[in-house]
C-alpha cells in the first residue's frame, strides 16, 4: 500500500462513521495535507448537514494542500452548496478522489468544475474500497434498486424455523444484538407475512443506539389484521405491501403493487420512496424468493449449535464467503452474491 492509499483508508474508515446516519446520502471521509502532515479531517454527519470536505476544512488554512476524499465532491445545490466551490474557494492545490459519484446530478461533473479551475485532480485511489464501503448508494443509483442483504439463523440441523415457524431462539444473544447493531445500519428491514404473524417480531432496533429501520412486510392478500401484529406497533414506520388496498393509518402505510413481478414491483417501489437498503430477516419463503430471482447482493448466515426436530427448512444460495466470525458457539458467514 503506497502512502496516498494509506491515508485515504484514513478517509474510507472518517467515512464509515456516518453509517446509519446520512441515508440516503453517501458515506463520505475528507483528509487534508499539507507539507506532509494532515491538517484537517472530516466526515459526512448527518444527513442534510455540512458534507465531509465543509467539515474537514472550513476552520484551517487549506491553501496550497492536497485533499484526499472518498468520493467525488459535488457540483450542485443541494440541501447545501457545492463542495467544488468551496475547495475551489480555499485553494486548495491537489484532490486525490476514490469514486466517482453516480448521482446523476454530478457524475464527472464535480471534477470538471475542479480542473477548470486549475486544481489537479487523481483518480480512483483505493477505488474498489470506497464502492464497495458506498454499496448501498452505487446499487441505488446504478441497478435503481436498494441493496439487499439477506439474513437469517439456522440451528445445526438446517431449520430456520420450528413447525409453528417461530425462531426466535436459535441464534444466542450475541448474535442476536449483532443483528440490532444491523438494523440501525439499513434503510429498512423486510419479513414476510408467516414470520409477521407466527413469531411477530418488533423489528426495532431496541438493543442498540441508533435509529430503526422502516419496517416491512410482504402481505399479498393483505391478510395481516390482528390488533396484537407487532409490526403495527408505533415504534417505528411500517410499510404494508400488498395487491389489495392502498391506506394510510398513523405510522402504517398500506401500499398495492400488481401481483406479478411483485418483488421486482417492490423494488421499484423502494427506489421511488429513496430507500436504498433491506435487511430480509425471512421466514424461508420470502428468503426463498429474493434467493430465487437472483436479487440480493450480501447474505449473513448464522450457523448455531441448537437442534430442532421438525422445523422449516434453512433456504440455500451460492455466494463468496467474505467473513468467516465466530460469536461465542455461532458462525457468521457472510455470502456475497458475484452473480448480480
Ligand atoms: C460530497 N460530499 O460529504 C456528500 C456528498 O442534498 P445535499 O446537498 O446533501 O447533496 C446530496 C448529494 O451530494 C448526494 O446524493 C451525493 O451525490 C452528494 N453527497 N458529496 O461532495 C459529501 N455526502
Ligand atoms: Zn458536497
Not at 478517509?11 to 453517501?26: F, M
Not at 464497495?132 to 440451528?155: G, S, V
Not at 429474493?290 to 437442534?307: G, L, T
Amino acid at each position: 500500500m503506497n502512502d496516498f492509499e494509506k491515508i485515504m483508508i484514513r478517509g474510507i474508515q472518517l467515512a464509515e462513521l456516518g453509517l446509519g446516519k446520512v441515508s440516503p446520502n453517501p458515506l463520505v471521509g475528507c483528509v487534508v495535507m499539507k507539507d506532509d502532515k494532515i491538517i484537517g479531517e472530516g466526515w459526512h454527519k448527518v444527513y442534510g448537514e455540512s458534507h465531509a470536505e465543509v467539515n474537514a476544512l472550513k476552520n484551517i488554512d487549506a491553501e496550497g494542500s492536497t485533499v484526499f476524499v472518498t468520493l467525488e465532491p459535488c457540483s450542485h445545490f443541494g440541501k447545501t452548496p457545492p463542495c467544488t466551490d468551496f475547495l475551489i474557494q480555499k485553494k486548495v492545490k491537489k484532490v486525490l478522489i476514490a469514486s466517482l459519484d453516480p448521482n446523476p446530478l454530478i457524475n464527472g461533473r464535480g471534477i470538471q468544475k475542479l480542473k477548470d479551475a486549475g486544481i489537479e485532480i487523481e483518480m480512483n485511489c483505493l477505488e474498489k474500497e470506497a464502492k464497495w464501503m458506498n454499496r448501498r448508494f452505487f446499487t441505488f443509483f446504478n441497478k435503481q434498486r436498494p441493496y439487499i442483504i439477506l439474513k437469517w439463523a439456522q440451528t445445526f440441523n438446517g431449520s430456520i424455523a420450528d413447525k409453528n415457524f417461530r425462531s426466535q431462539w436459535i441464534s444466542n444473544k450475541y448474535s442476536r444484538k449483532i443483528v440490532h447493531k444491523w438494523r440501525t445500519e439499513e434503510d429498512a428491514v423486510l419479513v414476510g407475512y408467516n414470520t409477521a404473524l407466527y413469531d411477530n417480531p418488533l423489528l426495532t432496533a431496541r438493543d442498540w443506539e441508533g435509529r430503526n429501520p422502516t419496517r416491512i412486510v410482504l402481505d399479498e392478500y393483505n391478510a395481516l389484521s390482528d390488533a396484537n401484529i407487532h409490526i403495527f406497533n408505533t415504534d417505528a414506520n411500517t410499510l404494508i405491501f400488498n395487491s389489495i388496498i392502498e391506506k394510510e393509518i398513523k405510522n402504517c402505510r398500506w401500499i398495492r403493487l400488481e401481483k406479478e413481478y411483485f418483488i421486482e414491483n417492490l423494488l421499484k417501489t423502494l427506489h421511488t420512496l429513496h430507500i436504498q437498503s433491506v435487511l430480509v430477516e425471512g421466514g424461508s419463503k420470502t428468503l426463498s424468493k429474493f434467493i430465487h430471482k437472483n436479487i440480493w447482493d450480501e447474505a449473513r448466515v448464522f450457523y448455531c449449535s441448537q437442534k430442532m426436530d421438525i422445523g422449516v427448512a434453512a433456504p440455500s444460495l451460492n455466494g463468496d464467503i467474505i467473513q468467516n466470525d465466530s460469536i461465542f458457539d455461532d458462525t457468521l458467514l457472510v455470502y456475497k452474491n458475484n452473480e448480480v
